[in-house]
């Protein structure tokens, strides 16, 4: 009696951990990424959804860009393609926050030069990840200084499909937004990092910028409501459908 109770205790446990483990990946950031590599690749949308390059604006640590890494790894060894289709630009001062430019900025958990982590951090940890490094492009500086017509020269060859803003400010969010849309193609799926830093208020941080970006109507941000990471996740389409016949 008290062998089978122990037997019993012992599969409880096991299957336990594994549903937990299953439950914790099937919410995680690198699932995220996952699904959408997979939806613009394999989807009823394939032909004419943006795929394979992904933008990451605020590369701070490397936590994320590991999250998209390991996906990319994962979808490439799963559909038998070659890693090597798949890009990316990484935005960032590498010498971390910029000061503070505005009210909408200001925020208790934020300081000038916090997250400085050097190129040479995020080149190292991309070889460790063994992804294809010429594949990666780094575009070095503050963004009122790097997103310029020499970036735009570069990027425009390579149109994201998954970007994500991780950025902090309301300034850099809006200095993002700004710059993008000359590259953005309908179906290119967007990740924010600090939606909730004021508890989603309209009038500080990435809220707002979202907010004003849809009002200049050339496009929208459109939020992902289902199974898309916790709720920070937006799809862009443009005002003038550009997929027709
Ligand atoms: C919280 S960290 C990003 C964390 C990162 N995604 C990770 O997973 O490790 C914010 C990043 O945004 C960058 N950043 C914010 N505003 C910027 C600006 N205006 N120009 C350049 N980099 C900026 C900082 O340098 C910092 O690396």
Known sequence: MIFKSYI??????????KISKHIEFQNSLENWFYKWLDFQNNSYANSYSPKNTYYEFGTGW?????????AAKAYSSANN???????????????????VKSPEDNHVSWKEGEFAYSK????????????PIENVKFIEGYYENSLN????????????????VDTDYYSSTNE?????PRVLKSGTVFY????FSFFLNEDYGQVKSIKEFN???????????????NGKCFIYSAKKWEHTI
């Open 8 to 17: 019993k205790d012992k599969l409880d446990n096991y299957f336990e951990e």
């Open 215 to 229: 009002s200049l109507g050339d496009g929208k941000l459109y939020p992902l409501t289902e199974n898309n990471y």
């Open 192 to 195: 924010f990092d600090d939606l």
């Open 176 to 180: 993002v937004l700004s710059f993008l």
């Open 120 to 131: 040479k951090y995020i080149f190292d940890l991309i070889k460790k990840l063994d992804f």
């Open 81 to 99: 393609t070659n890693i090597e289709n798949i890009n990316i630009c990484l935005f960032d001062s590498f010498e971390g926050l910029p000061p």
């Open 62 to 70: 490397g936590q994320t860009l590991t999250a998209f890494i390991n």
């Open 149 to 164: 017509k020499e970036t735009m020269e570069i990027i425009k060859q390579i149109p994201p499909s998954i970007i994500t």
